[in-house]
Each structure stands twice: as structure tokens, then as C-alpha cells.
């Protein structure tokens, strides 16, 4: 079984909700095609763990992430509804439900008081972009997000978790502002 | 003669007679406890008894289901979005029974936080064995690696081998598809019909807040339409309320019909309808008096036999009829009496005999049929002997009646006849007993094809059919559920149910699961196969530990949301507990009965459908019984009283005659014999039996041929009446009401033919004209 709320962290992650006054990097006009590798390294684990796949978007209401390496699985976004599918099996939809716990909706969602409640946010320009850095002002499960963008690319992405683990994305041949392919969808 | 139909006292009779009977009847409808329970119509019978007292206390008796299908995967969940907003916009206070997502994930929580006692050991398989250890390990890092931003939750520790899944998968096998939730309900597998589940938090008798359910159906008809869908809603709640809507609707009218076919007869015979009043006055009072005494001497009433006591009605109004068309005939009281008074007597007492013979049924309901028919034709009786006639003697009035001349009928006209009743009887040997108490409903098409297409998609249903355990508490409840529900699913997976001690094990269950991991588990072997997985060896280091000291291992809190579905699942009765597990087919309850017998498993089943089959038909069979030995103890008492044997025969003959129609039209519409028909049948009894003794009466008083003539005048203006009340009921829709007028208009007419082609030529009347 599969972590709802945390596969929502990973939509919302990627999905470009607006409102944000920070200049967060958004793809031009909400269309967005990228490929990515993660690596997530773990107490847990003796190795990282690495995933390849892909991140589609066309529009706030179209959102494709798909793991393509060592597991299949995809989770997609179309309109309300959202759903994860493994393999050949069945898409199962998850519940668009907000968790109190989701700090990183509020990230995402605009809000700005409750942001700046919550989260330390710094900005800084660097080899040409931006590096943004951000820490909780109260403990919780993330200890730090870091992402360095170009434009409206976000190149790489790092997150913290307080049981020392951590996940690290890597997007390569990003494409923004051109409608991708529709096979996606 | 002095006419006393001067406005004056007639107004002031009229006035006074009947304000009193309607304060009378007010007091005493309103202080009477009506009972619709069905456990009085039926033989005392312990196990439809606790049926009855399960399934009401059952957490499905107020059941919904919001029905949505659209082919368009898209416009399906706009559908669903739009549904939602509508249900939790109702005042209805509607609540869903799928958990949502958090409540999923508590549930998730508690699975694998307690995996190692919820496992199902039972099955054979033995997850500490190396291979399983490997396999699970494995399945547990597949399990990372298909979570994007994954982060270990406590729960997550509590289960490295991924016994979960075969948690899970026991879950499916017994139909919990809580799990596969979506948007707070269920998807079917083809993805084009949903359905959401609701409790009801009022009674199927609350018609008012189910009309708001109705209401809420058809906008959510309306709003599906309006995306190339269909939605409904379904629940018993619309079943009785279609039910009582109809009722009302054709009860209403069929009262205005009758008022006006009865008026109408008096003004054809009489030419006055004041005589309406006097001629239902002794009716009304003895129904009124005997509601009375309902009201003082019982403390609730069933409302079957209250309703079945309004028809003696049909009965009562024979007396008076009879006296009105022979009022004009004779000088006096005196001699009215000397020519009538007895076949009027004897009418009435062998009317009453059919009913001082059902209280030795033992059925609470025959025996209060028993009470009103014999306390209201007393009643009626006695009103119309001693105030009726008082008041309207033929010294003092005269009544204009339309004379028809009866000719007696000619050999042709007997031989069709006998050549029917033939036929008729013929038929009535073909008859059945109505064995459902569906079978007195009306038809519910639409509703019926509603669950129909709820159940092509989903195994969902609201019917209260159950499989139940009892033990001496409820530990050895869950042992006895939990090994029956184990035994089902590994004969036949179809048969497996949903099993609320999947989450709560009993004591027995958990101390030989306890014996067969510490049996099983090796603590070297599964560090052997940590360190051949991609884990670090200290990843899983405090699970082992606890299964090293299983002993003192104890299950965590229930999440809320199982904690109220296994406290719904018992309910009490009479000081004994009962587990209730929902089957959604009676086909699959009659399997699982019969796989559980073989295997010698004891349970229960709930269905009160079925258990009431052979309390009615035991109902349905001692009341005909009963009805039989009326027949001879009526017949009997004529030989007695006429010491004549054709006589007596005469007397009875309209009655079988119109019992014999009674049941060859039961057979020729469809319909099997029910309650309404016996109902029926003991009313034919009565009234056939009073036409026998009045002709016959007459024949033996030697009365001339005007007096005949008007015996069977009176005869046909009472069957007129009687089918003005009884017959206009075959219209309804509703089968009770249906089975009780088709029932009155075949065994009327038979009896009054059988009055007018047969008892002449029997009784030699032909002669004296």
C-alpha cells in the first residue's frame, strides 16, 4: 500500500499552484517535460537507492510523474482527481484530502502568513541562478528543502528528513513553455 | 302513519347519534397503541422472534446507497463531486460509512503495526521460514521503491516482512473493499459506476424525512442526466414509503368511491338518502364501542386486526338492510319480528360462531381479530335490534323501496351456473399458501431494479440477511466466528466474509499465534536475511526484539472507525450477545449454512424473510383449519336449529359457494393465499351464510311470494353495499388490498347467485309463485 499523503507531497511538489509571491520557478505557461534521477540515501539502506522517470505537465490541471526505474509506477494528475497506478495494475485514486501534517501544501499553496509561520525561506542568486533554502521553524519530519533553478528550470532538488535520509532530484533535458507530447495523458 | 322523517328529528337524531359516536371513536382511536409488529401475526416462534430483534438492532436497518454509473471516467467524477456537495448541502444529516483517507491510514497503521498477531498462521504459511524471510524483505524494499519522497513511519518498522499484504488480502477475500475506497466510496472494477454508503439516522416509518430522501433522489437523477449518467438512491426507507403513498393515495379514493357507490345504492332502492344514517348508525356504533373497549381494556392493538375489524362492517350492515327492506311488509314490530327476528338471530349467531373458534389458534392477532369481529357484530346487532327498529318502526315510518321483481331462474340459467361452480371448485383445488410477507406489498419495480443494478457492479445490498454467533461472552464469540469464517474461505473463496475478528483475534487465536512464532521464528535466520537484503542489519533490530519477547506482545488501541464497526456488528438480545456478519444474497447464506453444517460449525442465520415462511404458512394453515371447523359448527347449529338437513345444507350452500370463488380466484389471478384472503374468507362466511338463512328462514316461515322477493331484494342491496365497501378494493395496487377486494367481489357474487339459481329450485320457492 502506498503513503497518500506523501504521494501528494510529491504532486504538489511539482505542480505549479500560483500565488506565490516568493518567484518560485514555474514552468512558462505550465508545461513542463523533464526527466529525472533520484538518489535516496538512507540509514535504512546499506546503498542509495536510485529512480529515473520522467515529470510531464500541461497545465494546473494535467500532471504526469512516472518512475520509470527499478520500479514502475506512475502518479497522475487530471483535474480533481488524482491516482496512482504500479505496474499493470489498476490505477487507485487518492484522496485530494489536505493532511494537517503536509506542511509542504502550505508550501506550495500560497499561503503566505502561514508559510512565513512556519518556514524560514532564504534566497540566494548563485552560478548564474537561484538557490533557495528551507527550514522549518518547528520540528517536523522535513529538515530542509534546497533547489537550485535557472529561469523557470528547477535543476536540482534536495530534501532532508530528520531520520537522516534524504532524496535528491536531478532533472535533465527540461522542457518548458511547449505542450508535450499528449501520449502522456 | 305517522312519517318521521320530518327534518326536525332527524336533525337532532342525526346530530346527537353521530356527534357522539365521532367523540366516542376520536377518544378512542387516539389512545390506542397501534403494533405493526409482525411477530403477532405469526405463531410464537422463538427463532423469527430473534430474528425480528437482530436485524432491527443491525447496523444495516438504515442503510443508503447513492448509486452513480457514467461511462465517461471524467464526467463520473464530476458526478461524484456534485453528489457529495448535494448529500452534505441536505438537512438529512446523512453520514458516510467508508472511511476517508486519514481514517484509511489508521487503519493501514494498525494492520502492520500489529501484523505479527492479525497474520493469518491458520492458512499453512510460514513467513519466518528463509525463503518467506528473503521474499518479504525483498517485497519491503520493492515497497520503498515504489513511494516517491518516501519517509519511514513507525508502522513501517512493525512489519519487515510485508505480512500486511496477506492481511490485506484476507480483507478482499471477505469482501472489506473499504480499502480500495475512492472519494469516500467504492469504484467498481470497470471504473464506471460508484456508489457511496450512508447511514440513515431515521426510522423507515419517519415518512416525512423520507420524503426528503425521495426529494434528493430525483435531483440526484437530475444532475447525472445532466451529465449522460444515471444516479439514484436506495434504501428500505423509499420501499415504505412508496408503500405508504400509495396506500394513502388509493385508500383515499377508493373511500370516496365507496361513500358514493353506497349513497348511490340507497338513493337507486330507497329514493332517500337520510336513510344512510339510520342504517349505518348501528355499524358505526358497535365499531366505535368496540374501539372503545380496545382503548380501555388493551394497551396497544395490532394493526392488522384493527384494520380487518373495520370490514365486519360489510357484515353489519346485512341486519339492518334486511329490516329497511322489509319494514313496509308488516304492521308491527311485533310481526315483523314473529316473520324475521329469527333468521336475523340465527344470522347473527353463526356469524359470531367463525369468530369464537380463531382465539384457539393461539396467534395474538387472530384472537384480536376474534374479539373486534365479535364485539362489533354484537354491537351492531344489538343497535340495530333495540334502538334501530325501536326508533324506525313500520308503524311509525314508511319507506319508498324500488320494487324489483325476482324472477326465478330457469334450468338453463341453474345449469350454467352449477357448470361454473364446477369449474370454480375445480380451480380452487390448485391453490397455494402464500409463504412471503412480501407477498402482501405492492410491487416495487422500480426500487427492485435499482438493487439489481447496485448489484451487477458491486456486492452491496441492504437486505437484513445475516450470519450470526453467540457464545458466552464475546471473546468466545470472535473464537467461534473467526475459525467458522476461516473454514469458509478455504473451502470455497466465494463463500468468505467480511469478519470483524480479523482485527481483533480472540484470546485463543492469539496465544496459539504467539506458540507458532516463537515455534517458528529464528533470530539468527532473519539477520542472515537482513544482511543478504539491501537493509542494514540494525534496520529492523527492535521488530526482532519484540518477536523475541512475543509473550508480553498485546495488540494496539483500534482505530475509531473499527472500533464502531465491530461494536455495530453485536447487538444484544433478551441478555445474550450475537455477532452479526452482513451476507448480501440469501442464495450464498443457504451455501455457507450448509458448508457450516457439514463442517459442524455451529451459527445462526437472520433472515426474517425466510424464518417468517414457516411461522405464516403455520398461520395460514391453522386459520383454514379453523375456518373448516366454523363450517361444521355452523352447519351444526342450522341442523339443530331447523332439525332439517336440506334446510341447514341451503343455508350453508351461498357460503361454500362463495368460499369456493374465493380460492379458484386466488389461483387464476397469480396469487397465493394470504392473510387477506382468509380475512376474506371468514367474512364470505358470515354474510353467505346469513343469505342462506334468510331465504331459507323465509321459506320455512312460509312467506308469501312478495316477501320472498323482498328477501332477495335485501339480499342483493346488501351484497351492493358490502362490494361498494370491499369491491372497489381489487383497484389498489397494493396486493393486500388487492387480495382482500378480488377476494369480497368473487366470493359476493357466488354467494348471491348461488342464493339465486340454486336455493329456489332447492327449497321448492319456484312452487309458490
Redesign the interface.
Known amino acids: ?7 501528494l ?2 504532486l504538489l ?1 511539482f505542480s505549479s499552484l500560483n500565488l506565490f509571491s516568493l518567484d518560485f520557478p514555474q514552468p512558462e505557461k505550465d508545461r513542463l517535460f523533464t526527466e529525472f534521477t ?1 538518489t ?1 540515501r ?6 542509495p ?1 536510485i ?1 529515473r522517470g520522467i515529470i510531464v505537465m500541461d497545465g494546473k490541471e494535467r500532471f504526469l ?1 512516472r ?1 520509470t526505474s ?2 514502475l ?1 506512475e ?1 497522475r494528475k ?4 488524482v491516482t496512482y497506478k ?1 505496474g499493470e495494475s ?1 490505477p ?4 485530494g ?1 489536505f ?1 494537517a501534517n503536509n506542511y509542504l501544501m502550505l508550501f506550495f499553496n500560497g499561503d503566505e502568513a502561514e508559510l512565513e509561520k512556519l518556514f524560514n525561506i532564504t534566497i540566494e542568486e548563485k552560478n548564474g541562478g537561484r538557490y533557495y533554502r528551507i527550514t522549518p521553524k518547528r520540528r517536523m ?1 522535513i529538515t530542509t528543502i534546497e533547489i537550485e533553478a535557472k529561469g523557470d528550470k528547477i535543476s536540482t532538488m534536495t ?1 532532508t ?1 530528520s ?1 537522516r ?1 534524504s ?1 535528491s532530484f536531478n532533472f535533465t533535458n527540461t522542457v518548458t513553455g511547449k505542450k508535450p507530447d499528449e501520449k502522456y495523458f | 302513519m305517522k312519517n318521521i322523517f320530518n327534518r326536525a328529528n332527524i336533525l337532532v337524531f342525526a346530530i346527537t347519534s353521530l356527534s357522539i359516536l365521532t367523540i366516542v371513536l376520536l377518544f378512542s382511536t387516539g389512545s390506542i397503541n397501534l403494533e405493526n409488529s409482525i411477530e403477532k401475526i405469526l405463531p410464537a416462534d422463538e427463532q423469527l422472534k430473534r430474528s425480528v430483534a437482530l436485524a432491527a438492532g443491525s447496523s444495516y436497518a438504515n442503510k443508503l446507497i447513492l448509486f452513480i454509473e457514467n461511462s465517461d471516467s ?1 464526467e463520473l ?1 464530476n458526478s461524484i ?1 456534485e453528489m457529495e456537495a448535494l448529500v452534505s448541502g441536505s438537512a438529512l444529516n446523512l453520514k458516510p460509512t467508508i472511511p ?3 481514517t ?2 489508521e487503519i ?1 497503521s494498525y494492520i502492520e503495526e500489529n501484523s505479527l498477531l492479525l497474520y493469518p498462521y491458520e492458512k499453512g504459511t510460514n513467513p519466518f521460514s528463509s525463503a518467506a524471510l528473503k521474499k518479504g524483505l525483498a517485497g519491503k524494499f ?1 515497497y ?10 513507525q508502522s513501517f518498522f512493525s512489519d519487515p516482512l510485508m505480512m ?1 499484504s496477506e492481511i ?1 488480502r484476507e480483507l478482499a477475500v471477505g469482501g472489506f473493499d473499504q ?2 475506497a ?3 466510496g467504492l ?1 467498481s ?1 470497470d ?1 464506471k459506476a460508484f456508489i457511496m454508503l450512508y447511514d440513515v439516522p431515521f426510522s423507515r416509518e419517519d415518512y416525512e424525512s423520507t420524503g426528503e430522501l425521495k426529494e434528493l433522489d430525483l435531483k440526484a437523477a437530475e444532475l447525472a442526466e445532466n451529465r449522460g449518467g444515471t444516479a439514484f438512491l436506495y434504501s428500505v426507507h423509499l420501499y415504505f414509503l412508496e408503500s405508504y403513498d400509495k396506500i394513502q393515495g388509493e385508500v383515499f379514493i377508493i373511500f370516496i368511491l365507496s361513500i358514493l357507490f353506497t349513497l348511490a345504492i340507497f338513493f337507486f332502492f330507497f329514493k332517500n338518502i337520510n336513510l344512510v344514517f339510520f342504517s349505518f348508525m348501528p355499524i358505526i356504533g358497535g365499531v366505535a364501542t368496540t374501539f372503545l373497549l380496545i382503548a380501555l381494556f388493551f394497551r396497544s392493538f395490532n394493526g392488522i386486526a384493527l384494520g380487518f375489524g373495520a370490514t365486519t362492517a360489510g357484515i353489519a350492515i346485512d341486519y339492518t338492510i334486511h329490516y329497511i327492506t322489509k319494514i313496509n311488509l308488516y304492521s308491527s314490530l311485533k310481526e315483523l319480528r314473529s316473520k324475521i327476528g329469527l333468521s336475523m338471530l340465527l344470522g347473527y349467531l353463526t356469524t359470531i360462531i367463525s369468530f369464537i373458534l380463531l382465539p384457539f389458534s393461539k396467534i395474538g392477532t387472530l384472537q384480536e381479530i376474534a374479539f373486534f369481529g365479535i364485539s362489533a357484530i354484537s354491537c351492531s346487532f344489538l343497535l340495530s335490534w333495540f334502538v334501530l327498529q325501536r326508533v324506525l318502526t313500520p308503524e311509525r315510518c314508511t319507506i319508498k323501496i324500488k320494487e324489483i321483481n325476482f324472477r326465478f331462474p330457469g334450468k338453463g340459467l341453474i345449469g350454467l351456473f352449477l357448470i361454473i361452480l364446477l369449474l370454480t371448485v375445480g380451480a380452487s383445488l390448485f391453490v397455494r399458501l402464500e409463504n412471503s410477507m412480501s407477498g402482501l406489498d405492492m410491487a416495487h419495480d422500480e426500487l427492485d431494479g435499482r438493487i439489481e443494478q447496485i448489484k451487477s457492479h458491486f456486492n452491496q445490498s441492504t437486505d437484513s440477511i445475516f450470519l450470526a454467533f453467540s457464545g458466552r461472552n464475546r471473546d468466545e464469540i470472535i473464537e467461534k466466528s473467526g475459525r467458522a469464517l476461516r473454514k469458509l474461505a478455504t473451502i470455497d473463496p466465494n463463500l468468505a466474509l467480511r469478519n470483524p475478528a480479523l482485527f481483533i483475534p480472540s484470546k485463543e487465536t492469539i496465544n496459539s499465534r504467539k506458540a507458532l512464532i516463537k515455534d517458528r521464528f529464528n533470530k539468527d535466520s532473519f539477520i542472515n536475511a537482513l544482511a543478504d537484503s ?3 542489519e ?2 529492523f533490530s527492535g521488530w526482532a526484539e519484540r518477536v523475541e519477547q512475543i509473550d508480553s506482545l498485546e495488540l494496539t488501541t483500534l482505530p475509531d472507525y473499527l472500533h464502531s464497526e465491530i461494536e455495530n456488528s453485536f447487538v444484544s438480545w433478551e441478555g445474550a450477545e450475537y455477532l452479526l456478519i452482513h451476507v448480501s444474497e440469501r442464495e450464498r447464506l443457504a451455501a455457507i449454512g450448509q458448508t457450516l453444517e457439514k463442517e459442524g460449525i455451529e451459527f445462526i442465520t437472520v433472515d426474517i424473510l425466510k424464518d417468517s415462511e414457516s411461522g405464516l404458512l403455520l398461520f395460514e394453515g391453522r386459520a383454514l383449519i379453523l375456518l373448516l371447523i366454523s363450517i361444521a359448527a355452523i352447519f351444526l347449529v342450522l341442523l339443530t336449529v331447523f332439525r332439517n338437513l336440506l334446510h341447514a345444507f341451503c343455508s350453508i350452500l351461498p357460503a361454500l359457494c362463495g368460499l369456493a370463488a374465493i380460492t379458484a380466484a386466488t389461483t387464476l389471478l397469480g396469487l397465493k393465499f394470504n392473510i387477506m384472503h382468509i380475512t376474506a374468507s371468514i367474512l364470505i362466511l358470515g354474510i353467505g351464510v346469513d343469505y342462506g338463512i334468510f331465504v331459507t328462514g323465509a321459506c320455512r316461515k312460509g312467506l308469501d311470494k312478495r316477501e320472498i322477493g323482498k328477501t332477495y331484494q335485501s339480499i342483493l342491496i346488501s351484497a351492493l353495499t358490502t362490494l361498494a365497501g370491499f369491491g372497489i378494493l381489487a383497484l389498489s395496487s397494493n396486493r393486500a388490498l388487492f387480495s382482500l377486494g378480488s377476494s369480497m367481489l368473487a366470493g359476493l357474487i357466488f354467494a348471491f347467485l348461488a342464493t339465486y339459481t340454486l336455493l329456489p329450485s332447492l327449497l321448492g320457492l319456484k312452487d309458490k309463485e
Do not use: C, H
Open positions: 500500500m502506498i503513503y497518500r499523503k506523501l504521494l507531497l510529491t511538489t533520484s535516496y538512507s540509514p535504512l539502506l546499506k546503498k537507492l529512480t510523474y518512475q527499478p520500479v509506477f502518479i487530471s483535474g480533481p482527481n504500479k489498476a487507485i485514486a487518492i484522496s484530502s493532511s519530519k530534501i528528513f531520520d535520509s532524496n | 471524467e467524477d463531486n476517508g483517507g486519514e484509511i491510514e493501514m520493492e520503498m521503491q515504489s513511494i516517491p519522497f518516501f519517509f519511514p513511519s500486511s490485506y480499502l480500495k475512492y472519494k469516500g469504484l472494477e471504473g539491501p537493509f542494514n540494525e534496520s
